[in-house]
């Protein structure tokens, strides 16, 4: 089984701030670090922590030729990481105040991801590979329509959650990862109860298999009538930045390699809090040898 990562990258600029800053408002950030970020670069970089040989697929515009440098520092492959000389690189700007974070994205390459660049990656995956999704680059639906169509596993994790995720074909997802407000977001319900959540993805997903994550509730694995939980770690936090990535890795990494949902939960657990312990996105994921 071959493993394709196929996702965002993005330069985190990161501005630690007492408040977040309110409309009207000018503030002075306390520090400010340039990191290297983007959902799909750091769950790919999990994975490889993780100990999983990964392909990355994704775009970069004329400044990016360090992601390929710092993917291969971590052995993740990059064979399918276009360099686009017409374009910039996407970007996020990252607010960090008491461990939590706010995130805007400007896309740049990640929302230059075309149909011959998906055609061309996914020529060289076959039945039974695992596709790992975001939805921060374009042609997320063209992609799983033809990642389905190569009889490809695919698993995705829904971040950001926009309306448009309803209109891709989900009926090909075979694992989907989200955390509460992306779980509302594909089902439609609106009830912020975890029962009443749990519930309606059951209802509408039953026969896929759903990987939620609550922050400090912890997190579920829901298949049909089957739900897993497992508790949160206590620890302080530091930058959440890059938690949910670094579960959704280590999840994926765990579960395909050995098939104990029970395990992949509680290493995914682990990984995801020694991650928010650190400032910054991929640079603050545990390598395996770490957790045990
Ligand atoms: O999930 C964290 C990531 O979201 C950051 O690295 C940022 O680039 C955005 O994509």
């Given amino acids: 089984m071959k493993v394709l990562s196929f996702g965002s990258l993005n330069f985190d600029y ?83 105040h008491e461990g939590q974070n706010r995130i805007i994205c400007y896309g740049g390459g990640n929302q230059k991801v075309d149909h011959k660049q998906i055609d061309d990656v996914l020529s060289h995956f076959e039945k039974g590979d695992l596709l790992l999704i975001q939805n921060e680059i374009s042609s997320v639906d063209y992609l799983i329509t033809k990642a389905h169509e190569a009889g490809m596993k695919i698993a995705f994790n829904c971040a950001p959650i926009t309306s448009a995720i309803l209109t891709y074909p989900l009926e090909y997802i075979d694992i989907f990862i989200v955390n509460e407000v992306e779980a509302k977001g594909i089902t439609e319900i609106a009830s912020d109860n975890i029962d009443d959540i749990i519930k309606a993805l059951q209802d509408r997903y039953h026969n896929k298999e759903v990987v939620l994550t609550v922050g400090e509730q912890g997190s579920y694995y829901i298949y049909g009538d089957k739900v897993i939980h497992k508790d949160a770690l206590k620890v302080d936090v530091v930058d959440t930045t890059a938690a949910g990535d670094t579960f ?34 991929a640079k603050s994921i545990p390598y395996y040898k770490d957790l045990i």
Wanted: glycine share 10%; proline share 1%; charged share 20%.
């Fill in 14 to 96: 990161v501005y630690n701030t007492d408040h977040f800053v309110l409309p009207k408002e000018t503030i002075i950030a306390n520090d400010y670090h340039e990191n290297f970020g983007g959902k799909g670069l750091n769950q790919s970089i999990a994975l490889a922590k993780a100990g999983l040989e990964v392909y990355h697929a994704g775009r970069v515009g004329k400044d990016g030729q360090s992601f390929f440098d710092y993917l291969n520092e971590y052995n993740v492959h990059t064979d399918y990481l276009y360099k686009d000389e017409s374009i910039t690189t996407g970007h996020a700007i990252i607010e960090v």
């Fill in 248 to 281: 959704t890795g280590y999840f994926l990494a765990s579960y395909m390699n050995e098939h104990d949902v029970d395990k992949a939960l509680a290493l995914a657990t682990k990984a995801s809090s020694i991650t928010v312990q650190g400032l910054g996105a």
